[in-house]
């Protein structure tokens, strides 16, 4: 919804006529929306892929189409830059991934004198982009920690009740002290899986919450010392994929992976948060 308005304030802006669709987190569903987008010869087609492998037959549905294919927040399996995909605009999740482990790495090895515990995934959806390149970060740091185990995995679907529902899973499946640390890929999942946890009394794990995202209501946990570290992958697309699209049409050449960096908050780094969430809060802002 955040980036849905941010897209829509810059075409109004820029003076393009923006025609939308929500897949509402169905992959099937954005494929189909996509092709029909297409059906209507646009001059560029905009999508941020929910899954990475499903919604790959859209590079070759907009070579047919003659319309030039950018992809934001998301990745899919193709390599932009070549036919009609001209461009990837996303943050490194990868990168996500490893700040998270590293914080976890962190948190245990303080807790135990060395770096050993378990950990519980609120997983956003198993085929997304971010989720598999968050994956890969995550995993590449935790070769080095054998005695650090994901000891249960689930997805939430990247919504506030999926976490709650997934967090309370856990908590009944893992008595106090069988879980060291909660990882989540969204805010919305952090937020639900606090509340879950919150409600069912088990503030040993407040404090030992790492998690993806970076929205307002987690920049507030963080503050409050909830989350021990938040990553921000915020949804604001809309300036740079119209100016890429308006360069497109322009016949201007366009670079074929733009990265967006990512800011970390850190409970142990207090006043960093809380400056930043004052901005959010003075500016209106949700990212």
């Known amino acids: 919804m955040t980036n849905q308005k941010d897209m829509e304030s810059w075409a109004q802006k820029l003076g393009v006529k923006l025609i ?7 992959p099937a569903k954005q494929l189909a929306d996509a092709q029909s987008l297409l059906a209507q010869k646009p001059k560029v087609l905009i999508v941020s892929p929910l899954d990475s ?3 790959v037959p859209i590079v070759a549905a907009a070579k047919r189409a003659n319309v030039p294919l950018i992809t934001i927040d998301r990745t899919i399996n193709a390599t932009p830059g070549e036919g009609m995909y001209v461009q990837s605009i996303a943050q490194s999740h990868v990168e996500s991934g490893k700040l998270l482990a590293e914080k ?3 948190l245990l090895t303080k807790k135990y004198g060395s770096p050993k515990g378990n950990v519980v995934h609120v997983q956003g959806m198993a ?3 971010p989720v598999v ?3 890969q970060g995550w995993d590449e740091v935790m070769a080095k920690y054998p005695e650090i185990k994901t000891v249960a995995t689930s997805d939430a679907g990247f919504t506030k009740q999926g976490g709650i529902k997934v967090m309370e899973d856990f908590l009944q499946r893992f008595p106090k002290g069988q879980i060291d640390v909660v ?3 969204y805010s919305d999942m952090t937020v639900g899986a606090i509340q879950a946890i919150k409600a069912a009394g088990r503030e040993e794990l407040l404090g030992y919450l790492v998690g993806e995202g970076g929205q307002k209501l987690a920049v507030e946990a963080v503050v409050a010392g909830d989350i021990a570290r938040e990553t921000q992958t915020p949804p604001f697309f809309g300036e740079l994929s119209l100016h ?3 360069d497109v049409i322009a016949g201007k050449t366009v670079p074929t992976n733009v990265e967006v960096p990512i800011k970390v908050f850190d409970a142990d780094k207090q006043a960093e948060a809380k400056q930043y969430l004052d901005e959010m ?3 209106g802002l949700e990212f």
Do not use: I, P
């Not at 939308?20 to 169905?26: G, L």
């Open 20 to 26: 939308s669709t929500n897949a509402n987190q169905d």
């Open 53 to 55: 492998q499903a919604l």
């Open 104 to 106: 976890t790495v962190e």
């Open 127 to 129: 085929g997304a982009s």
């Open 133 to 135: 390149d968050a994956n």
């Open 183 to 185: 990882r989540t890929d």
């Open 244 to 246: 890429a699209a308006l």
């Open 281 to 283: 809060n003075k500016n």
